[in-house]
Structures are given as structure tokens and as C-alpha cells.
């Protein structure tokens, strides 16, 4: 009984406890974004039957128990689960909105942002989850394969192209924007993982508010800041990329054996002579040897033995081992935002760390990144601040294996070894001859020998760059859709590099030795001995002033205008120093003086030879000045119809006063054309369809002319008076290089958002772009660089998304396309009075009208002479092998256009999947429409050697071979021409298109599986990118994109938790 | 109201925005009276033109050596082709148009810069030496590519254009070459009195010793003798030594070293780079060597025997492989002499030939002045003296065009190459160059006939 009252007790407690721990759970559902309430979302406790709907204000109510877990649902929200929640009465939950394809995207300009669906012009928004899809350390490279009209160029002078190269001689880099303010900085400063969003700007009307520097597209960054209504948010990232040695093997080059031989037979014929009597040229290894049997006979056999060793040994495989290694990268970055009392902040600390695959290089950076929005009074005022600092790191000890080429050769001997078998590290032949050497350590000088393994411990250079933005900007609304804005941005980079050679190094010692005099066995050294250290200082300062107004108002019912107008002055200024010191001491910071004065010191290893001492001393200054006023507006009607327009003044220090006060605006104007919006429009395939076009200029700067008469001092006359050389002729006419941009755009959706896209078609007209002509030189002058030039570009950009299942397993596809068809139109200098050759041997683009800029041009083939291997090109309809007549016959007409250098159709498939928590892509891309020139052998004088090419392999050897090769026969006699006419023919010209498994990417995440007890949302991924080539059209295993083993594998696993 | 003031205020406020910030500070706007010394001590402005010395007479070349001369304009130079540069823009007009352009800018600029206490005697020297700069490349275009002067007709004769101003885009036009000569004399005497009397350091800027040199040269193309004579007058004046080429050395290869040639140099020029000029295969005329009598030095100075028969030109002043084609102290003796002669002062004529021919004389072989009494003879033997002491030096081609003008002196030129024999008549047209062909293009130039 006594027992029956205490269990009784026990449950009667134990109820009553379970009773108290229930609990009506109170609290309002917002927009993470917006902070707007959230109706209508579902509150649910998960595995019971209590379900509440949150009303027009956010509000819900729901009982709940310990140890529950609510399930928050919202139209188009992400599903949020809340573990237990139980013990808070009034909480706010977040939602954050689902990022489908048509949820309004906002787009930026870096002056203002708007909604894309109100946009006319071309605009490519990028979010955070598809920049953070791949890694990297440098957010450009996540642009790769994901922008429509974006390429990563192999060719040419700029890294990035939007929709093509509208100039010829001027800058062609894309405007980078980042938080509203141009950038000229490293972009490897910037940590990607700061970054939110980035939208890509391509025509008219959306690049022209930059004016004069949207020529080349504009690329505008938006770094994360705190949420206004967000609560606090921790985040943590953390990743590990791990790189492929590069593929050493990928140039083909002449096995030892072959190489071997051809040295013999170079040797026999006396071809190593000269350098042998110079007394000190260097020789290669089997050269020396050979010259070790020819001065003593009795040694042959054994030179024989040692000479067929060597023909096993293969230098890749000792630099693959020596000088590389698996790359690692690490990246971590930390994050806290939130909002507290009308201040949102963001906080970040970043840190990477590469070890890259060359051992002794290497990179680190620490990034740190603060930002504030405050609302002192109220909404009405505004004031944001950010600092941003990135320190950066970069070593650069190991000049890889042109590290290991001999002086006078640009080719690496195949037989070199770097290390003996127990891994000591081996001396290479370099400058001098060994016996030279010997002779001179004998001397007393310093120790001649090159190891190339010992030069990459000994090395010291390295690169500090400090880069400090700071801004600051006030926002005021004055009236109800009017407000005043002025920013300020200041920028500080300082850089400096160190180079420091020290004495164990063999630039040290040999420069120390080469000014060595030995007079009677006393030595003087005018070069002292120590170290040698090369310091270059860079400092670069900006400042940005902005003012703007900002108008927004309703105009009845439907009409809407907005509009922008504002005023902008920028000031940066570079300043580089660079000099060195000699016998440099790094223990004591202590360095000699040395006489630069003397430029007749003689030179140890060729007496007649006299030389100054290297001078490294240098300094520049640059200052870029510009003065801009813009206005952008835009109407829209019913949101049905949207006229935009815009226009900007530049000034600018590299133009003249009547360039400056003639001030032609660029401008645009666009028209979009909601059509699904319309009565009449009750289309259920295409339910959303927008039509759009704009028309306008965008500029370019050229840094490179200006309208002043500019001379520079360019020498000493006889009397040592320095004399000056006029640069630039007087050109008061010079104004900015302009883009006519024409876009037409259509986007639309079907099938319930199933399938959706952009299509767009343009076209760009370089307009008085910098080009040389010529002038009666009765002026004074030949050539005149001035705004002479014109290029089109036609082209189309397209991406299409289908959502090809929805349910539990969603699969996602993403298609990009992009065409684009360049051309000089204008170009007034002549063809170079070589005609053809010049065009078809420059090794730099030479713009031809009818052509685009960067084009192969090529001799007309005609395949190999039966009798003896002759190469064999056209004079008229003739096959000929008179090279010095066919290099004259050939003129613009008959030489033959071989194609673009780069790609003009290319795009990527990127197919998604997820399932649950799971989700996983891949992206293949494509190039096409691009040629390259496969590398030929040259026999020069040395049959091929210095070439180093495994073709040699391939020649012409016997009557028959020119039906299976298109390699020459050697010749028997050194012919120059011959070797340029098969090289620069069409022999060697292959497509370059090729298909690849670019990337992959998977990720789990753990989100919903743990709850929100230690982390809200944790994310593993995985990811591996330069994966394989799937398909090229060569059959000579060039990968033509890739072609130097510079893009390997890497394979990345990486961590992201948010708290 | 308050609203919009403080937004005009916050709108137009500036930056320290300085649209006259050099871009690059490496680059020198030519604003200040230094910079445009240094664009005149450029040593493009000492260059001087050489198609016409291989035009000329003092080369024999052979045909493997025509053939071996590096560029098309100095092959077809020789041979009077009819086309001579072959597409090309020659050089010499290049280099001669562009000094003009260089005085040009500097004479433009000079135009901008107040003349104060200070600055007013590098002012003066500045502009003096952009006119004598402009008047010199004109004066050597006309002996290029305009036919001889005559008084007669030179209203008539095509001259050169006359780019007087910095602007690249004006348009020219050729104009007589009397009012060429007009301007380039104008200038000159414009110039003289602005220079300082003699540069004693920097001899490759102009003074007014060089404006005299420059005048009396052009007075005697001119055929105004008693105006040459003045002016070597003055010149011999200012600076009468001559070397003694007992001192030289007979067995170097650059016997003379500019320093040495400082004693009789007045302003110095040097033949742009042409292959012949260093080439052992262009060789001079046996016709040059044989004039030289036995004890003249100027015979071993002068030339380099390279076997096979084939002799160059190893006498340059400038000390160096580059053709030395300025005035000297030595061609005004020569100049006064011949003005002399051709004035009936027969005496004071003998006096300066002879004056030269000893200094010039192997101090080991006895030597004797000349005497004579016949006018021309005098004269034939002065211009003699002229070709000997003047030879390579850039004159015969000018001193061809003015005497052929004389039948008593004519010249025709003569030579084998490819077979075939070429001949340049006393009166030929080919005496004027051809202009080059994008100046006739696009500045509408008159070409010169080549008949």
C-alpha cells in the first residue's frame, strides 16, 4: 500500500511536470531580406497534428512541448526548423526566400540597384550559391564558364573579354566595380568569400552610367553586409584544395636518344668549336664528354658508356620530382553579421594559405573586412562605413624549368639530371664550360657551378601588398522619393617586392665573378661580395568622391519614374621606386657601394667584352584625374512598359583642354516590353515574355596617347646632355575611343517556370579607336597614333534553365551559348611592306580590315617534295620550294586566313541534382570556332636541336614518308626561310574546339538533420575542377586551351557551418 | 528651399580634381625653355641625309657589291633608277622633315613663353638654333630633291614644302625654289644674331658661326660668290686653324678622333646609318683615288685598301664608323678660294688652296706651293683642291648640280653594274630625287620628273 501511495506520488509529480511543460509558442514570421512579415506561412510541430497559419502581420501562435521541433513553411520560402524552442515566449523567425529562377532578381550598376524585371538592358546576375559553386582563391575565377559572352582568354592583351575586344591598343580589361567604386587593385586582394553577388554588365544601357571606361563591359561586385532586422549570424568556412603536379609530358619534345645523336653529329661537323674555343661558352654535357674522347682517344669507350646512360635519363622526370610537388590551398573565413539597434554590421577574417605545386612558392593572404550601416534618426538618415584590408604574401623561389635551360638555348637539355641517386642535388651546365669554371675557382673566383635544387633553397623573393579601402557614405532622404547621397572612398596598395640574392645564390656569385679581376693573384672584386638584394616599392593611392540624388516617385496609378543624377571626381596616383643594393648582408641590414659610374670594367670570361655594372635604379609616377556628371532615368508604365535612358560627361587629365570642354556624352537609351503583361497576351506556353532593346556608347580609355606633345628623355647626346624624343605629336583632335552598342533582348518562361531563358543578340562598333596611320612624313611624322581605327562585333549570348523533374529528386540544367564574330572594320596604317609575311610571321596581332584583330594568317601548303622532303609552297599556281619567292609572292590577297585565335562559339552545360539534402552538378563546356598553330620543327642550323621537338621523329626521311608526314627532311643546308615557311604554314594550323568536363561539385547538408542546437545549417562539399578534355578536334594531343599543363586537376574539400 | 541649396552645395563639391596633372611624370610636355634645349640636343638633329652620296661621284661599285647593299633606295640610288625607293619612305626625307618638325614644336612653344631679363639669352640661343636647325634640313631637301638653282629661273623650279608650323595635320604644298631659298636666307640672318658666337663646348649646337658656315655654303649652290666669300671670311675669321694632318696617324682605321677634328669642325652633321657607308664592298672611285698627288697625306689618311682593288673611306671626323658630313674650317678656305678665283682675285685665291694643300702635305716629301695665272685654270685646279679635301663629305652631289650648270665644269657620270651601263647626264632630270610617294599621295606633291 505505502508502496501503491509513493508510485502514485511519483506520477502525480511526474504530470504535473509534464503538464507545465507545455507551452504556447508566440512570435512573427519575417523576410530575412526585407524584414517584412511572412503570411500565411505554416507553422507545424513537427511529428504531431498542431499546424498554425501565420497571419497578414507575421503573427502565429502554436502550442509546443520540450524538445520539440517547429517546422516553419512559407510560399516560396525555404522550410526552417526550429528545435526546441520551448522556454521563449515571443520569438521572430526568419525566412529566407527560395532562389528560383524568376523570384525578382536585383541587379546592380554600382550606382544604383533595380529590379531586373525593370531592366532594359543586358545584365547577368550572379548569386552567392552558383559564385560559391566552385573554389578558388580569386573571385574572377568563378566567373569561368558561368556568364554568357564572358571568355577567359588564352590570347591576346587582356585576361577577360565581355562580348569581344572592342579596342586595339587600349586598355581592354573590363571595368571592375566593387561596392560602387571602380577598382584597379589585385583581384586576388579581395577574398571571394566577402563576396555576395556579382552582376556582369554588357551593353549600352546598363554599362554606360561608367561612361568612358564601359567599353569593355563592367563587372561589379557587391560585398555581403549586414541585414537590416537580421539577427546575429556566425558564419564559418573552411576548405582545402589540393593541386595536381602540372603534366610535364604535355610538350612533346625529342627523347634523349635523338637529342644524343643529333649532338654527335653537330660535334663531328665542328658546330660546338666556337664555343669551345671561345674558352668559356658552355657545352652540354655529351659535348664536353665528346671533347674529353677527342683529347684523349683512350677514353672513348668509356665516354661511349657514360654518353648511353645518358640517353636513359630524362629530365622531366627528375624536375617532376624536384621541383613540384601536390599544390595544397587552404581558405577559411569567418563571419558575424546582424543588426542591433538600427546598426547592421558585417564582420570577416579571412585566411588563405597555398602551398603551390612549384616547391618554394607560395602564397598567403589575410583578409579582414568590417562594415556598418547605422540609422542614427530614424530611416531618414543613413550612414554607412566599410574598411577593407587585405595583407598579401607571395614567394616566388622556383622559376621551374626555365630555370634549367642553358644560357643561349631556350630548350632544357633531356638528359639532365638535377639530383644524384641518393637525391644530392647535381650542378647543371648554365653559362660557362666546366672546364672554364674549374679554371677559374683555380683562380680564386667564387664557385661557378649552377645547382639548380641548391638555387631554390637559396632564394629569397618575395612580395608584401598591403590593400586598404575605406568608405564612408551618407544617405538623406529629403522628401518621400527623393534622397542625397555622397560617398567617399579612399584606397592606400603598398607593395614591395624583395628579391634578395644572397651570396649562396648563383646570380650572387656569377655577377660577382663576371666583374672579377685577377691581376698577379691579387683579386678585386668591383662588384662586392655578399648578397645582392632588388627592391621595387609600389605605392598606389585613389580617392573617390560621389554625390548623387536618387528620385523615385509614383506618377498616377501605373506610371513610375526613377532616377538618378550625380557628380564624380577620382584621383589615383601611382608611384613605383625601384633599386638594389650590392653585398647586401641580411644579418646586419648592410650593403657596399659600388662604382656604376665605370662602364669599362673588364669582363672575367671575355676579355673582350667591357661592362658597367647592372643598375637597377628606376622610379615613375602616374596620375589619373577624372571628372564625371551622369543622369540615368527610367519610366515605366504598368510595369508593361520600360523607357530607360542615360548619359555621363568624362574629363580627364589625358586629354586636353579642347577634348575636355568639347565633351561628347555617352549615352543610351533602352525600351523593354512586358508583352505577357499585356490584355491581349494569354499565351500558356510562354506566360512570362519580355522583350527589350537599347541603344547607346560606352567609352575607353587609353592610357597610352594624349593630346599634349609629349617627349621623354631618351639617351645622352655625345656631350652626355641628355636629349629628349618626342612621343607624341601635339593632337588636339584626340578624344575617347567609343562602343556603339545595339542589344536586343528576350526573356521568357514556360511550362510553369519548367524552362526559362535569356536570348540576346548584339552588336558593338568600336568607333575612333587608337590605331596608327600614316602621315606624309613631310609632317614630321610617319606614324600617328590617333583615333583612327573601328572593329564590329556581332554576337549572341543565350542561357536557357529547365527544371527537368521537380519531387523529391530535382534535376536542373543550365545552358549557355555564346557566339561572337569579330572584325577590324578600319584600319589605316598599311600592310607592312613585307606584304603577307608580315602579317602571317608578326608575333603580335596587326589588325587587318575584313579580319579580327587576333587571326592566324598562314603560307598556302603544298605538302612535301617526293624527291627529298622539301616543304613546298605556291608562287602564282606553281608549287615551289624558293622560299625567298614564295615570302615575296605571297601579299594580302593570296597569303591565307587560317582563322580567329579565339573562340567565337563556347558555352557550358551544367546539369544540377539534388535530392533531400544532397545536391551535386557538373559543368561541360565548349570552344569552337578558334584555330591555333600546333608547334612546328625548326632545323635551323643545328637540325632541330634547339627546336626540341619530338617531330623530329616524324620527318620526311624517304621517298613515300610525305604521304604520313608533313615534317620536313633536314635540310642539307641551313635554311632559314625553309624553316619559317613550313612553321608559319598551313600544314600546322588545327582546330582548336574542344569539349570538357570542366567541374563537379557535391554537396550534403546538414541542416535539417541536426537542427539548430550548436549550428543552423551546416554544409560539406566536395569539388574537383580542370577535370578532363572529353573531346577535342586535333588529333595531336594538344589540349589547344591548355596547352603548357597549367590548368591541372585539383580536388577541394571544403566545410561551411553557420551558427 | 534649404533642401535644394545643401543639395547643390553637396553635388557640386570637389575634389582637389586637377584635369593638368601630368599622367605620366616620365613624360616631358615641352613647356619650358630646357625642354626644348633638349629636344634640339637630340642627335637625330646632327643627322644629315645620304642617298645622294651613293648617287654620286665618288663611288665604283661593283655588281655583286650593289647587290649586297642592304636596302633597295641605296641600290637603286646608285644606278638612278627610276624607281629608288620601292615603296618605301626614304629616310632621308623622314629624318630632314622631322628636324623641321622638332624646330617647329620648339619655335610653337617659344611662341608661349614670356621673354623676361632672365630667360632672354637661352630664349634667343633657342630660337636661333630652331631656325638654323629648319633652315639647314630645307637647304639639304632642296639639294636632294629639287634640280639645280639657277637665278634665271628659279621662280619656276618646284622647290620643297615649306612646313613652317608644329601642327601634323596642315597640308603642304611645294613651293619655287626661289622663295625657298628666300625663306631659308631670311631665317638665317634672323637666326645669326640671336645665336652666341661660337659654341666652345658643345660644338652640335648651332651658333653663329655655323649660321656663317651654313650661308656661305649656300651662297656658293647659289652661285652669289662675293655673298659666299663674306661669309667664309667671317667664318675663317672667327676660327682660322687647320689640322696639321702630319699629326694624324697613317695606319688606323679611324685616324681622325672628333676631338682632334674639333680644331676645324664648325658644326658637325653625321649620314644617317646606309650600308654603304660601312660596307668593304662599296668602293671608292679610282677616279677619287687618283687624283691625289704623291705626298699627300689626305691619300693614306683618307682611304683603306680591302684587297681585290676595292679602297673605302676611312677618314671620317667624327672619330667613329659614321659618316662625318658637317662644316669645317677647311671647305671655307676652299669656299673663299674658289669666290676668290671667280672674283679675279687670282693671289688671294692661291693663298688659301695653298694654305690648305701644306697643312695636308707629308712633312718627309718637299713641297711647293702652286702658282698660276689663268683664271680657270686656277679655278679647275681649286675645285680639285675641293674634291680631294672635301671628298665623302656629303658636297659633290650639290657641287654637280651647280657646275654642271657651266658646260666649262660639266659632268657626266658614268658606271657599269648588271651588265649594263648607266649615265647620269650633266642636265638630267635625276639630279632632283624622287619625292616620295605618299606625300604625292596624299598631300598632292608634284612629282619630280625622271626622264
Known sequence: MKKTIVYIFILSV????MAGAQQVLRGRVLDIDTGSPVARATVTVKGTA????????????????????????????????????FGREDIVVRLTPQRTALQEVVVSTGYQTLPKERATGSFVQLDNDLLNRSVSTNITDRLRDIVPGLSFNTYGNSALSIRGQSTIFGNAEPLIVIDNFPYEGELVDINPNDVESITVLKDAAAASIWGSRAGNGVIVITTRKGRAGSPLNIGFNAGTTVVNKPDLYVRQTLPASDYIDIERRLFEEGYYDAAKNSGYRPLSPVVELLYGGQADPGRIPEIDREIERMKTYDVRKDADRYLYRKGVFQQYALTVNGDVKNNNYYASVGYDNNRESLIGNGYDRVTVNLKNTFRPFGE?????????????????????????????????????????????????????????????????????????????????NRLVRNNLRMDASLRYLIADGLALSASYQHTEVGSERNNHRSRDTYYARDLINRFTQVDGGEIKRPVPLGGILDVSVLRSLGRTFRSQLDFSRQFGQKGEVSAIAGFETRFSRTDSKDFRYYGYEAEYARNAYVDYVTDDFPLYHDSQRRSSIPNNDDMDRFTDVFRSYYVNASYSYDRKYILSASARLDQSNLFGVRANQKGVPLWSAGLAWNISREGFYGSDILPYLKLRGSYGYNGNVNKSVTAFTTAAVSGYNMYQLPYATIINPPNPELRWERVQIINLGLDFSAMDNRVSGTLEIYSKRGLDLIGDSPLPPSSGIVLFTGNTADTKIRGLDANLSTRNTTGPLKWNTDLLATVVKERVTGYEKEAPATGGLGYIQSPYA??????????LYSYSWAGLDPENGDPMGYIGEETSTDYTGIFADTDLDNMVYSGPLRPTFFGSVRNSFSYGNLTASFNITYRSGYYFRAPGIAYSNDYGLSSNSAAYAERWQSPGDETRTHVP??????????????????????????????????????????GNKWFRNMNVYLYGNNIVLLWKSNDLGIDPDNSYADLPFTFSAGLKLDF | MNYIKTAVLILFFSCKGDLDIKPDQGLLIPTKLEDMQALLDNVEMNRAPGLHMIAGEEYAITTEGVTSLRTAPERNSYLWADDVYEGSVPSDWRILYEQVFYANVVLDGLNTIEVTEENRSVWNQLKGSALFFRSLAFYQLIVEYAMPYEKGSADKVPGIPLKLSSDINEKVERVSIRDCFKKILSDLDEAGPLLETVQSVYLTRPSRHAVYALLARIALYMQEYGTAEKYADRCITLSPGLMDYNGLSRTSSRPISFAQAGEEVIFPQFMLTYSFATSSRAGISEDLLSVYETGDLRRIIFFRDRGNGVFTFKGNYSGTSS??????????????????????DIEGALADVNHLRKMRWDSNVPYQDVSMEDREEVIRFILLERRKELAMRGLRWSDLKRLNRDSRFETTLERTAYDRTHILAPQSDRYAFPIPQIEVDINNLAQNKRD
Open chain 1, 14 to 17: 511526474l504530470c504535473v511536470s
Open chain 1, 50 to 85: 498542431q499546424t498554425s497559419l501565420s497571419d497578414a502581420d507575421g503573427r502565429f501562435s502554436v502550442p509546443v512541448s520540450a524538445r520539440d521541433t517547429v517546422v516553419f513553411h512559407g510560399v516560396r520560402y525555404d522550410t526552417l526548423y526550429l528545435y526546441a524552442p
Open chain 1, 380 to 460: 531618414r538618415l543613413q550612414v554607412t562605413t566599410g574598411v577593407y584590408f587585405s595583407n598579401n604574401n607571395e614567394i616566388r623561389n622556383n622559376p621551374g624549368m626555365t630555370g634549367l635551360s642553358m644560357s643561349g638555348s631556350s630548350s632544357v637539355i633531356p638528359y639532365l639530371r638535377l639530383a644524384d641517386d641518393n637525391g644530392r642535388p647535381l650542378s647543371t651546365v648554365r653559362d660557362y664550360s666546366r672546364e672554364f669554371i674549374a679554371g677559374a675557382m683555380d683562380e680564386g673566383l667564387l664557385d661557378w657551378n649552377y645547382f639548380p635544387l641548391q638555387e631554390i633553397q637559396a632564394a629569397d
Open chain 1, 846 to 855: 596587326l589588325p587587318l580590315p575584313g579580319r579580327p584583330l587576333y587571326a
Open chain 1, 969 to 1010: 627532311s633536314v635540310p642539307a643546308q641551313p635554311d632559314g626561310n625553309r624553316d619559317m615557311f613550313y612553321i608559319y604554314s598551313t600544314a600546322l594550323i588545327n582546330r582548336g574546339d574542344n569539349i570538357r568536363l570542366q567541374d563537379f561539385r557535391i554537396d550534403y547538408r546538414f541542416g535539417g538533420l541536426m
Open chain 2, 323 to 344: 659618316m662625318f658630313l658637317g662644316t669645317t674650317t677647311a671647305e671655307m678656305y676652299l669656299i673663299r678660294s674658289e669666290c676668290r678665283a671667280r672674283l679675279d
